[in-house]
């Protein structure tokens, strides 16, 4: 079912849109707008920075044209430790929400078929790369008394204060790749890859108001929230890879964008009479995340040395299929919101002997532009303020990482830092009791804040991953 519902927000560019939107404009941008980038340890240790060098099946997530650098076939698996850290401050108080999860990030092969030793086409490769994380995060801010809200009782009029509030998301998100490689005369490679992606998301936004006169905690959640997301998509990947010299090569890459297919179960509160009704309603929308080009270069001056670096540009923004007023005001707040996110990457390989030391560095912008919020300050005041990064900012990421060729196997480490700062955007639009049906104490069971609350977050991701590969 088509849910056409007009979107309400208390930011100023929209003049209106739910809370719970907010989250969907966020993970349009983090998880439908950016497919999943996890490889094995090398592809982590230097940043995801490969465009242009190729050599295994991780060149499906840059470049597939690298698929046509390999030379012996090759399989790997992969897994990982992530520890993600949210810091959010809010009116001079910051809350620490950490997590820790094990996976199987990543299993990829590369099938080499040579040809005529003779024929400028050297060689036929076929790749398969699967990666999968998940994305599990928590947002927890505290409250501010300040923030009082008049609030209807059994036992009459209370103020609603503030007390706090929640952002929490799980769920799975992975992606299939299969490719085509090919070398020519071994100076030009060209690729393609058939990329198939999966979410899953289930979706919080909670918010805790304490009733002063009657000394009661209340939670209430977001209209339309919690809900749950399934979703799947289908893009491809066009990429080339030619040698100007012996010791450099340069890349460019076509990355269409994802056609996603999303289905969402999520929860309506209603009343009836002196009764709260809650239900679950279904809807389906169709998206399309950016188009993205990637330029890359590298340079081999030896066998032992290799540096990369790639430059990726978004040329479009998501874009969702017109159903109603909320597809048609998610499309308006992009297309005035949404800014073309580049990623710069580059990193470095040194050999010596069997022993691979690797190193890399990834600089992301954000996808939206700063905007005006209209928010509560400390004194209940609400004031019109600009925001330069809200619900995402600027990303950067660091790697490092060693490995160890043992006869036809290998054994790599990799680990990886990445941290961004934001504005987390949270408490607009209509939060209603989260009693379940049935009679509450109270009359009223519905807040609606006049503005939003904007806090402070610093995210910092470290993840550390297990490459074992043999070649064969």
Do not use: C
């Not at 009029?157 to 992606?175: C, K, M, P, V, W």
């Not at 936004?205 to 002063?212: E, G, K, V």
């Amino acid at each position: 079912m088509k849910k056409n519902t007009l979107i309400l927000s208390l930011l100023a560019p929209l003049a209106a849109m739910y809370a719970q939107d907010l989250s969907t404009v966020q993970n349009a941008i983090d998880l439908y707008g950016n497919p999943i980038k996890v490889g094995n340890a090398k592809f982590a240790s230097m940043a995801g920075s490969n465009g242009a060098l190729g050599g295994d099946a991780t060149s499906m997530l840059t470049n597939p044209a690298g698929l046509g650098v390999a030379i012996t076939d090759h399989l790997s698996i992969t897994a990982s430790q992530n520890m993600m850290n949210n810091a959010s401050t809010f009116a001079g108080k910051t809350i620490h929400s950490k997590l820790n999860h094990f996976d199987l990030s990543n299993a990829n092969a590369v099938f080499v078929l040579p040809t005529d030793a003779n024929a400028k086409l050297k060689f036929l490769n076929f790749g398969i790369n699967y990666s999968s994380k998940k994305i599990n995060s928590d947002i927890l801010t505290n409250g501010m008394n300040s923030i009082a809200l008049n609030q209807d009782t059994a036992s009459g009029a209370d103020i609603a204060l503030f007390d706090g509030h929640n952002y929490s998301r799980t769920g799975t998100q992975s992606e299939l790749n299969l490719g085509l490689g090919v070398n020519y005369d071994n100076n030009i490679y060209f690729g393609a890859s058939l990329n198939m992606h999966s979410l899953s998301i289930e979706q919080w936004d909670q918010a805790r108001f304490h009733l002063q006169n009657s000394n009661k905690s209340i939670f209430y959640n977001n209209q339309y929230t919690p809900y749950q997301e399934e979703s799947t998509g289908i893009s491809g990947n066009f990429g080339i890879i030619g040698k100007v010299s012996k010791e450099l090569r340069l890349g460019l890459a076509l990355e269409t964008p994802v056609f996603w297919s999303m289905e969402r179960v999520y929860n309506y509160n209603g009343m009836s009479g002196t009764q709260i009704r809650s239900e679950d309603r279904s809807e389906d929308r169709k998206m399309r995340s950016p188009m993205k080009t990637t330029l890359s270069a590298a340079f081999v001056p030896n066998k032992n040395l290799a540096f990369n670096v790639d430059y990726t540009l978004g040329l479009t923004q998501p874009r969702y299929s017109e159903y109603g007023p909320a597809e048609k005001q998610l499309n308006n707040f992009f297309r005035k919101n949404g800014a073309n996110a580049s990623q710069l990457r580059a990193g470095v390989e040194y050999r010596v002997d069997a022993w691979r030391f690797r190193g890399g560095y990834a600089y992301t912008g954000s996808g939206l532009k700063g905007m005006s919020v209209k928010q509560y300050q400390p004194n209940n005041m609400i004031t019109q303020a600009n925001t330069s990064y809200v619900l995402q900012g600027v990303k950067q990421q660091f790697g490092l990482g060693i490995g160890y060729d043992i006869a036809s196997f290998s054994i790599d480490l990799g680990y990886q830092n990445i941290t961004q700062q934001y504005q987390n955007v949270f408490l607009g639009g209509e939060y209603w009791e989260s009693t379940l049906e049935g009679n509450s104490a109270f009359t009223t069971h519905e807040i609606n804040p006049q503005a939003n609350g904007v806090s402070e977050v610093k995210q910092s991701l470290n993840n550390f991953y297990l490459t074992l590969g043999f070649r064969f």
